[in-house]
């Protein structure tokens, strides 16, 4: 879990590794949205392409081998590669 201290401003800094993942930068809007008594932090964008807004909502990975992976766990399958 990631934190942040508020300043006597009100601001805060996004951590890094959270600002990567939803694919965040310089400039960008968020906004704060309450579901179930809980509030989450998400980018505000208009998406040209459909499949923008899922930017961010997957693991982050570095290789494609980390990908088949991940992609195995979700189907419960074994890790001997064919």
Not at 23 to 32: M, P, S, W, Y
């Amino acid at each position: 879990m990631r934190s942040a201290k508020i300043s006597s401003k009100g601001q805060i800094t996004i951590p890094r590794e959270v600002r990567v993942r939803l694919g965040l930068a310089e400039g960008d809007q968020v906004e704060f949205v309450t579901e179930g008594g809980q509030t989450i932090l998400r980018p505000v964008r208009s998406y040209s392409n459909p499949f923008e807004r899922y930017f961010g909502s997957l693991p982050h990975f570095k290789t494609a081998h980390e990908v088949r992976a991940w992609v195995r766990d979700l189907r419960d399958e074994d890790s001997g590669d064919a």
